[in-house]
């Protein structure tokens, strides 16, 4: 089964957020001076960028190229008061919840032309409220699962290990700490039906200026209020100007800046490893493409991703490294120069894999 990669942008009103959606999937969804100028919301999904795939294509003689995809969705702005309903924030929280990693984007700009939904340019008060919103919804569900499991656990004892686990998350909410933070991963996957938002992966985007893209020490300040979480810093302005260039004159401007990935890559890159995600590849003279597993998958689980019947019949996946390949220049050199490996069911992927799998049904 195929891991599936849908990023949520949350954040107050008027920080950038539809702004930057707009850039990275090149769409043009409103992205208004006011607040709620989101209400349902916008969902675009964008190719994986891998420079890999041409080079494969061309080795393959094939023009049809499939790459991995990521799912963007741009959920309106929250504010103060959301959990308990403020602006339609029942409604926002909810579609906050299918998402498998949130980014938060975060004004660190100034522009007097962009009105601030509490009047003034904060980063810390901003984090703050989004968090305290999400973790107050998160309060109410877990309070809810604390009650039923302690009349639960009376018929059942061998629930008491969810009840702790349960109690430990309501410590952190309690706290005002993200679920994530008291709890490991193992730990969280057993509360994975409740949803919980700040179970989430996180990932924190600073919406700076132009100039503070290269002011490594405003950046490193930045860094310090979300930190241990992850976070990156784009301008939303720039990038939007970017995605309306040709690709040639977008890097040149973008190097100017200092800038040698796109905005849309570097978040990519994040929220692969924030979710654990890598990529492999398979190739033919039919298709080049690229599929997205856990790390740590095996061959039949890489394999299980193209479909369910190649994991139930596996029998070895035929694997070359991708570099090797394009050294060599073709698969039967590869062969010849001994770079081809078979590998069983027990083999661990890697995100150099070019891979065919041999399997029956």
Request: hydrophobic content about 40%; glycine content about 6%.
């Amino acid at each position: 089964m195929s891991s599936s990669v849908s990023c949520g942008i949350v954040g107050l009103p008027n920080v950038g957020k539809s702004t930057l959606f707009n850039a990275l999937t090149k769409s043009s969804v409103l992205a208004a001076n006011y607040p709620f100028a989101t209400i349902e919301p916008n969902v675009g999904i964008v190719p994986v960028p891998d420079e890999r795939l041409k080079s494969l294509a061309d080795i393959y003689r094939t023009t049809n190229i499939i790459p991995a995809t990521v799912k963007f969705i741009d959920i309106a702005g929250l504010v103060a008061g959301a959990s308990k309903g403020e602006g339609l924030g029942n409604q926002f929280l909810a579609h906050i919840r299918t998402v498998s990693v949130i980014v938060e984007v975060v004004r660190a700009f100034n522009d007097k032309l962009v009105t601030h939904v509490s009047g003034s340019i904060d980063p810390e008060k901003d984090i703050a409220t989004i968090l305290t919103e999400l973790a107050l919804a998160d309060l109410e569900t877990v309070n809810r699962r604390v009650s039923s499991l302690e009349k639960e656990v009376k018929a059942n004892p061998k629930l008491v290990p969810k009840l702790e686990i349960v109690r430990r998350a309501l410590d952190a909410l309690d706290r005002g700490k993200p679920v994530s933070s008291e709890l490991n991963k193992s730990e969280t996957a057993e509360l994975s039906d409740l949803q919980l938002l700040t179970a989430k992966p996180f990932i924190c985007v600073f919406n700076v200026d132009e100039d503070s893209l290269a002011d490594q020490k405003k950046k490193d300040e930045l860094n310090k209020l979300v930190s241990p979480a992850p976070s990156i810093f784009i301008s939303a302005k720039l990038e939007s100007e970017l995605s309306m260039l040709e690709d040639y004159d977008a890097k040149e401007l973008r190097e100017s800046y200092g800038l040698h990935q796109t905005g849309l890559e570097t978040l990519i890159v994040e929220a692969y490893e924030a979710l654990g995600l890598q990529s492999f590849l398979t190739a033919g003279e039919k298709e080049v493409r690229a599929w997205t597993i856990r790390k740590g998958a095996t061959a039949p689980e890489a394999a299980g991703t193209i479909h369910g019947d190649m994991q139930r019949g596996f029998i070895a996946a035929e694997v070359v490294d991708y570099n090797d390949l394009i050294s060599f220049g073709s698969l039967a050199a590869c062969k010849a120069a001994g770079k081809v490996r078979t590998e069983g069911k027990d083999y661990v992927m890697q995100p150099s894999d070019v891979v065919e799998f041999k399997f029956n049904v």
